[in-house]
C-alpha cells in the first residue's frame, strides 16, 4: 500500500574522565546524526552563517575555511595575507596555549594535520598556517546546524572539543538570518595537575577583499569592551562606503580575562610571526601593537581568553565571529553582473537592516545566545529524535545548509531570492568560466523541485510566491522565470516563459496558501494566479486547449520540449488541479470549473496515450526536429509534478497504478551501481563504484541521435525528489537505496557532505531531500480546514508545517490507534486528524495544542479508508 493515503541552554559542557581515552567526549546535548574521522575529514566543511548572511565554514580539521561573508560566492577563499614583505602569508586560525606547573608554555593551532595533498607547493607546503605544532587528528561529529570537533594529542594534558553552531530557529527565518558563527571551546583538565591554558583566535581584518575583487584599504581594529562582551571591532577607513565588500567584522567574547592585538609588530621577514608567537607562548597574554599608519593593509584582529583548570575540572570559552556587509549588488556573479537583468545597483541585504554593525549584532546576540541555542538544540533533537531513516534525516537537514549559503540572499526590502548554486574562486577545469553565482533570477524551474523552505519557513515561503506572482507576472499571464533585479526596475526584464517553471508556481501556491492559512494573500494575488493558469493554453503551450501541452515547452532540462510528454503533462495537471482548489476558495465557480474540465480532458488522454505500459514517454510530432529531444526515454523526473503535488496534498494526478509501474520502472531502468562502467557525455557528479539514478535511460531501444544534453549524468536533485516520491507510493526500500546512494557520495572523503552542487555549489534542487520526511511520515498539512495527517506506523515522528513544529508519538491499541500529538514553538488548532489508509478523527470541539503542551487521541480504523 502507498505510504500515501490522500485526502482530498545555558553552556552546556561535559566533563571528562579523569585521564585521556580513546573514546571521543562529545557534548550529549548536542544531536549527533554523522561522524567523520581520518580520510573521511577530507572533504568536510560545514557552514556556519544565516538565511541570507554568508558564511564561513568550519573544516573537518578545525580550520576556518571558505570565507564567504561578504555579499558573493567565494568557495575556496581564505583571508591570508602576507602582513609585511617580505614573508609568508598568514590566515586565519585559533590556537592553544597550555602550560603545567614548572614546565615551558606550549602553543598548538586548534586544527588537525595539514593534509597531504598540501605538502608541497612552488614554496613548499600550500598550507597556511602550516607552520604551527598541531593536534595528532581530529574527528567531527554533526547534525546541522550543530558541528564538534575532537582535538587530541598524546601530549596534551586535556581534552579540547570545539562547538559550533548558528541559530537555526524554525518558523522564525529573522532568528535564523543572524550573521553570526559561534565557536565554543571546552577544555577539559585530564591531568592530575593544575594547568593554565589559553586559546587565542586571529581573523584578519581584510575589509575590502573578498576574493573576487577588491583590496583592504585603511583598515581598522579597534578594541571594545561592553555589557558582558569584550572584543576587536573591525572597520575601514579608505574603502568605499558604497563598495560591495564594505563594512564590518567583529570577534568577540563574553570571558573576562581577555588580552588582545590590534595589530602585529611590523617585522619583516617571518619576524612578525615569531614576535607573535614568542607573546603568546610565554604566558598565554598577548602584547598589543597598535597600527595608526597603517602599515599592515591587513591587520590582525588577535583575541586571547587565559583560564586556569584544576584536575578533572572544565571550562568554556567562546568566541562569536559576526560581520555586516550591506552593499549587495543585484545578480553579482563576482566577475560580472546579469546584464540587462541585473546592474550594479545595490539592492542590499535584509539582515544589515537589523543590525547598525558587526558590533551590534555581537551584542544582540551574546544576549539571546543561550535562548537561540536552546531552541536549535530542540529542533534538531525532535528531528534526530525521531522514527525516521537516518539516512532521510541525514539528507533533509544537511541540505538545509544551501538555503543559509550564498545560494540564497535576501533584499533590504527582505524579499528572498536565489541563484541556482554559488561558484568557488578557483573555477573549473572543464571548461566554465568563473562565476560568485550561477543560474541567476532564483530560476522557476530549479526551485521547483525544493521542499525544505515551505516546511520549514513558511513566511518565507510565502514571499518566494509573493515575487514571482505580485512582480514576475506579465499583463499577459507569462511569468519572467528569472527575476531581474532591482526589482521596481527590472523583475519582469526576462521576457522567457518556462512551462514547467510556471506551473509548478501555481502548486507551490496552492502548498503556501494550505500551511498559512493566509487568505487574504490568496486573494490579493488571484488575479496574476489566474492570469499565470490561464496563460497555459493563451499561450504557446496547450494550443488547443485540451488539457494537454503541445506547442514549444522550455523547461529545465534547458530545451524546448515538441509535443505531448509526461514531465510537462504532470506539471500541468498539478497547476490545474491546484487553480481549480483556489478558484472555489476565492468564489471564481467558473473558472474552476474550466481548470476541472481541461484537468480531466488532460488526464484521461495522457494515461491513454503516452503511457506505454511502463512508463510514460515524449511524444515528438511528426515532422518536428529530433535535436535535444527526450524522445521513448525514460526519464527520471517525468512525475515531478506528482511529486509536487503530494507534498502539497492534491492527490493523484494520474492513474495510481501507471505512477506506481513508471517509478518501479525508473528503479529497473536508470539505476547504475558503478559508475566506472557508464559512459556519460556530460558533467560526472558519479564517478567509479558510485552509484545512483541517470537523468533518462532507453530500454526499448530509439536512442536520439542528439538527445536533450544532461540525458547521461546524475543529479541529486532529480533523484532526491524521485527517491521521495517512491516513498510515497509504497517503494520505500527503493526510495531509500536512492537516498543512501547520494549520501554515500557525499561522505566526506570524496565530497563535502555539507554541499551537493550541480550547475553550482551547494545546489537550489538538492532541497528537495526534505521530501524523503515527509514521504515517510506521510505528513501533510491544512491551516485552511485545520487537519493534519501521518502514516499510521507505530513510532514517534517529526512534523513541521512552516510556523510550528513538533511530535507524534503512534502507538497501537488493539483496533484503534492512541496518538500524543505536541507542538513545540507555537500553538497549533485541529478540527481533524487523518491516519493515511487508517482512520480518522473529526474533533467535536477545535483542539488546541499549545506551545510547549500535547494532547492524547485515539483513531478508529476505518475500513473503507
Known sequence: ??????????????????????????????????????????????????????????????????????????????????????????????????????REGKVRVLEGPVQVKEYYGDWGADAVNSGFPRFEETSFAAAYPLAQVDFRHQDVPMQVRLEAFNPLIMGDADKSGIPVAVLRYVLTNTSDEAIEAAICGMVPNYIGADGWSGEPKGNVNEYRAGEGLKGIFMSSEAVDPEDVNWGTMALTTPSEDVTYRTSWAQLGWNWTFREFWDDFVADGELTDHPDTTHAIPTPPATLAVKVGLEPNESKVITFMLTWHFPNRRAWDHGVHHAGDFGGTEIVGNYYTTLYQDAWDVAEQTAAELKGLERETVRFVRTLTESDVPEVLKEAGLFNLNNLRSQTVFRTADGFPFGFEGTGSINGTKIGASKSSGWGFGTCFHVWNYESTVPFLFGDLATKFREVEFMHATNDDGGMSHRVGLPLDMRAKSFQYWAADGQMGTLIKMYREWQLSGDDEKLVEMWPNVKKAMSFAWTGIWDQDKDGVMEGSQHNTMDINYQGPNPQMAAWYLGALRASEEMARHVGDIAFAEECRDLYERGRAWIDANIFNGEYYEHHIPEGTSKVAQLGKGCLVDQLVGQYLAHTAGLGYLLDPDNVQTTLRSIMKYNWIDNFNEHFNTFRSFGLGDEAGLLMASYPRGDLLDFPF????????????????????????????????????????????????????????????????????????????????????????????????????????????????????????????????????IDFEEPRHVGAGQAITFEVEETASL
Open 709 to 840: 544534453p544532461y540525458y547521461t549524468e546524475i543529479m541529486t536533485g532529480f533523484e532526491y525528489s524521485t527517491a521521495a516520491h517512491m516513498i510515497y507510493e509504497g517503494q520505500v526500500d527503493a526510495g531509500l537505496k536512492v537516498f543512501q546512494a547520494i549520501r554515500d557520495r557525499y561522505d566526506g572523503h570524496k565530497r563535502n557532505p555539507f554541499n551537493e552542487g550541480e550547475y553550482g555549489h551547494r545546489y537550489a534542487r538538492a532541497m528537495a531531500a526534505w521530501a524523503g520526511i515527509l514521504a515517510y511520515t506521510g505528513f501533510r498539512y491544512s491551516a485552511v480546514d485545520n487537519s493534519m495527517a501521518l502514516n499510521p506506523e507505530e513510532g514517534k515522528y517529526f512534523w513541521s508545517n512552516g510556523y510550528q513544529y513538533g511530535s507524534a508519538t503512534i502507538t497501537n491499541r488493539n483496533n484503534r490507534k492512541s496518538l500524543t500529538l505536541s507542538a513545540l514553538n507555537g500553538d497549533l488548532t485541529l478540527d481533524r486528524f487523518i491516519l493515511n489508509g487508517y482512520g480518522q
Open 1 to 102: 500500500m502507498p505510504r500515501l493515503a490522500l485526502f482530498g541552554g545555558a553552556m552546556l559542557l561535559v566533563v571528562a574522565s579523569a585521564c585521556q581515552t580513546s573514546t571521543t567526549q562529545w557534548n550529549t546535548e548536542w544531536p549527533v546524526l554523522k561522524t567523520y574521522s581520518g580520510q573521511y575529514l577530507d572533504e568536510v566543511a560545514m557552514p556556519l552563517g544565516g538565511i541570507g548572511t554568508g558564511t564561513v565554514s568550519l573544516g573537518g580539521r578545525g580550520d576556518l575555511r571558505d570565507w564567504e561573508i561578504m555579499n558573493r560566492g567565494a568557495l575556496g577563499f581564505l583571508p591570508a595575507f602576507k602582513l609585511v614583505l617580505p614573508t609568508i602569508a598568514n590566515g586565519p586560525f585559533f590556537a592553544l596555549y597550555y602550560k603545567r606547573q614548572g
